[in-house]
């Protein structure tokens, strides 16, 4: 493990096994002592990724919380009750969600067609657009949305919704062009050759061997980009607030307004939609769809 | 219909969405305060118009003599600094752990460093300020133990620590994408020869992981540059990191034409990341294409 005998290995390998013998013993107490390692930093690295969501989670069902204890000395559901059946999450909750269904519908229709072209067809200029729509990425993210909002301002977009989908679905373009199109690129073009060969129209060809082989890449696309429109906070407080606050704007007020455990419960309201359907496509996700879709071909 | 029409649509939403407004934008900075910017313009408490059609570079002697600006102006670049190296060091140490050992221990780093992708940026945000302040879990620990922590939030550190924590899934992610993309065969080989793990890592791993590499730096870089939420959510009243001020020198002061010469100050530094990307993907393609 540590390396210092570089022809260990090659001698392992060439060696018989002994029957008996366990086989490197050096390499078991070097392994041993990297595991202890990878362990301490394991544990450092749940609390570090963790520990502040626990935390929050626990603040939610605490009535009196004294510093220093590691846990309440008080719980209480009486936040949950109070949030829940308050007047600022329903309205908060129906505009996040009106939102991010019309930014990514929206999306889906610019840019799934694009993708189709940009994944399948080689054409002068393609590689200028692919590099022109990761110009959204190129710009620190505050600096473009107070120079949009300028332009908003004479287009009569500011506080109005179309501006808030308008700048919800310019942070999908990248994610719903790039995935899509690494998934329209992946189908084998013998498939679909074959596919003709046995008499499939072009149509036939296109929904049910093209599609259905890119339809996952596709739904990562499409669940990232709604993920990323309902948890978009930033553009959305520029360009909607005080008009329109959507639940991740409202906990920019929250947290500076409301005691802490209201905003702890709010909190965790608001994670519910992103974990549940990130677990559905986190398999995909993992699997590499998003960091194929990160390098242009 | 021909694949240019197909693939137009998004393009021209970038160019009227992002390309007008950074052009006007930059305008705007110098001193053209009509057009487009009129709007804007009766709404702030103050410009610096051009003097017909000379440019004026008065607003950004106004916003670089200003101590606040210098303050933040430093903050953001260290915490990007910060940022990008940590979360480079953290992904890697992971990416490689999981990808060297292969193991249970492995794949429950790399589980645990992705987790802040499925919290909204916000509530992660709050949660880590909660967790770092002075009533907060880290000085609640040390005072039992007899130890004095300091306080992270509302600190710049404190920042550093939120930034790391939401960029380092899709590190990590690109990372482990990239060293599982290196043939056993020939990492096998580089040992066979008499490579010890290290060198194996050092001349074979690290460079054909180049390009991944490069895309979390660029990434990293540009959005902690441009970040409202983290900074706003844990760090100081000032000196923060210029997203926050921006904001509010926007939105809460009037003084569009200041913001616009601070974003322009971003986009300048995002610029000088934004080639190095490009550069990366061209030495993949380029790479690809002897491979083929």
């Known amino acids: 493990m540590t390396g210092t005998l570089p022809i260990e290995p090659a001698a392992l390998e060439t060696a018989p096994e002994p029957a008996d013998t366990p086989p490197r013993p050096r390499r078991t107490l070097g392994s041993i002592i990297t595991r202890a390692v990878a362990g301490f930093f394991a544990i450092l690295l749940l609390v570090f990724i963790l520990g502040p969501l626990l935390w929050m989670a626990i603040a939610a069902f605490a009535k009196r919380w004294k510093y220093p204890n590691m846990l309440p000395q008080a719980w209480t559901l009486d936040w949950w009750g109070r949030v829940l059946g308050g007047a600022d999450l329903l309205p908060a909750l129906w505009l996040s969600v009106k939102f991010a269904v019309l930014a990514t519908l929206l999306a889906c229709v610019i840019c799934l067609p694009a993708a189709y072209a940009l994944g399948r067809a080689n054409f002068p200029g393609r590689r200028v657009i692919l590099l022109g729509l990761f110009a959204t990425n190129a710009f620190p993210k505050m600096g473009l949305f107070t120079s949009i909002a300028t332009l908003f301002y004479a287009m009569q977009l500011m506080n109005t919704q ?48 093209t599609m259905r082989l890119a339809a996952p890449g596709i739904a990562v696309a499409v669940i990232l980009a709604f993920l990323a429109c309902f948890d978009e906070a930033q553009g959305t407080y520029l360009i909607g607030a005080p008009t329109y606050l959507t639940m991740p704007t409202k906990m920019y007020q929250l947290v500076t307004n409301y005691p802490q455990q209201a905003a702890a419960v709010f909190a965790l309201v608001l994670c519910v939609p992103s974990v549940l359907l990130l677990l559905l496509v986190r398999r995909h996700v993992m699997g590499g769809h998003l960091a194929e879709g990160f390098q242009l071909k | 219909m021909s694949s240019l029409a197909m693939a137009s649509p998004p393009a021209l939403l970038v160019l009227v969405f992002v390309g007008v407004p950074v052009i006007i934008g930059i305008a705007y900075t110098l001193g053209y305060t009509g057009g487009l910017n009129s709007i804007a313009t009766t709404l702030a408490v103050q410009v610096y118009p051009a003097s017909g059609w000379m ?138 020869t008499g490579a010890s793990r290290a060198r194996a890592v050092w001349s074979v791993m690290i460079p054909m992981t180049t390009v991944p590499t490069v895309i979390v730096a660029t990434f990293t870089g540009v959005g902690v540059m441009g970040s409202f939420t983290v900074p706003y959510m844990i760090g100081p009243a000032a000196p ?53």
């Open chain 2, 55 to 192: 440019p004026t570079t008065a607003a950004y002697a106004a916003v670089f003599a200003d101590p606040r600006f210098q303050g933040d102006l430093v903050v953001t670049v260290w915490v990007t600094l910060s940022t990008v190296v940590a979360v480079l060091v953290l992904a890697w140490a992971i990416a490689l752990y999981a990808r060297l050992t292969g193991g249970w221990l492995g794949r429950f780093l790399s589980g645990v460093a992705v987790i802040p992708l499925f919290i909204p940026i916000v509530i992660g945000a709050y949660a880590i300020r909660t967790f770092y302040l002075n009533t907060g879990f880290l000085v609640s620990v040390g005072k039992l133990v007899g130890i004095d922590f300091p306080t992270l939030s509302y600190h710049t550190p404190g920042i550093v620590i939120g930034q790391i924590w939401a960029s380092l899934p899709f590190a990590v992610l690109l990372i482990s994408s990239g060293l599982a993309a290196v043939p056993d065969a020939l990492i096998d080989a580089a040992r066979d």
């Open chain 2, 240 to 292: 923060n990191m210029l997203g926050v001020t921006l904001q509010q020198t926007y939105a809460s002061y009037a003084r569009p034409q200041n913001a616009q010469v601070m974003a322009v100050v971003l986009f300048v530094l995002a610029a000088g990341i934004g080639a190095l990307y490009v550069w990366a993907n061209a030495r993949q393609a380029r790479q690809s294409a002897v491979a083929l």
């Open chain 1, 162 to 209: 179309l501006g808030v989908i308008i700048v919800q679905m310019l942070g999908t373009v990248v994610t719903m062009t790039w995935i899509p199109a690494a998934a329209f690129a992946s189908v084998s073009p013998s498939l679909i050759e074959a596919a003709r060969d046995a008499g499939a129209g072009k149509l036939r060809v296109f929904f049910q061997i």
